[in-house]
């Protein structure tokens, strides 16, 4: 009995050993001759960054969690942005952008606005590049306060400064094949 647990323990180990050492062959030979993937160039991207603001009214539809966007506006002074919030005990609130931004506590239940600020003209003032502001329409409170935001998209991506980047290219072919190996902050 003794013999055949021996036995299995070491079939089950060359099994292993067999496994790893596949395993090791197969990622080696996605990439190039030397092991190592080939990234192709660097590639030139056209990004536009706002220059205007935006005051962004909120309604409050539960506490901290969901809300709903009222309407938008542009105002000519970017660190200037705000959103109104309508809360749930009828007060109505005016935070910073700037403040919403910087501030990483999640005091004033911001995880929720954060959330739907995100996919509103307000992006504008959290990201700098214009092409991931996107305005989602289940976070407006009616299609017209959508189709406000949607047109006003236009206005602020017009008034707009726009500057070429170089940002990293991707794998042309091996393990992670399509994607850049590389983070990037514009």
């Known amino acids: 009995?003794?013999?055949n647990f021996i036995t299995g323990l070491a079939l089950t180990k060359k099994i292993t050993l067999i496994a790893a050492v596949?395993?090791?062959l197969t990622l080696q030979s996605c990439g190039e001759e030397d092991g190592s993937p080939r990234i192709k160039d660097a590639q030139e991207e056209t990004i536009y960054e706002s220059t205007k603001g935006v005051i962004t009214e909120v309604e409050e539809v539960e506490p901290g969690n969901d809300?709903?966007?009222l309407d938008e506006r542009i105002i000519d002074e970017k660190?200037?942005?705000i959103a109104i919030?309508?809360?749930?005990?009828?007060?109505?609130d005016t935070l910073s952008l700037r403040k919403l931004k910087n501030d990483e506590s999640s005091s004033y239940r911001h995880s929720g606005l954060r959330s739907i600020l995100y996919y509103s003209l307000a992006?504008?003032?959290f990201n700098r590049n214009m092409g991931n502001v996107t305005p989602?329409?289940?976070?407006?409170k009616n299609a017209s306060a959508y189709n406000k935001s949607t047109g006003l998209k236009n206005d602020l991506k017009s008034s707009a400064t726009s500057r070429?980047?170089?940002?990293?290219g991707s794998s042309s072919k091996g393990y992670g094949s399509g994607k850049s190996f590389r983070s990037f902050g514009g």
Do not use: C, D, F, W
Request: proline share 3%; aromatic share 10%.
């Open 1 to 3: 009995m003794k013999k």
């Open 79 to 81: 660190e200037k942005s």
């Open 22 to 24: 596949t395993a090791a």
């Open 123 to 125: 992006a504008s003032y």
């Open 67 to 69: 809300y709903k966007i």
């Open 164 to 168: 070429r980047v170089s940002v990293p």
């Open 136 to 140: 989602k329409q289940g976070n407006y």
């Open 85 to 92: 919030v309508h809360t749930l005990e009828g007060t109505v």
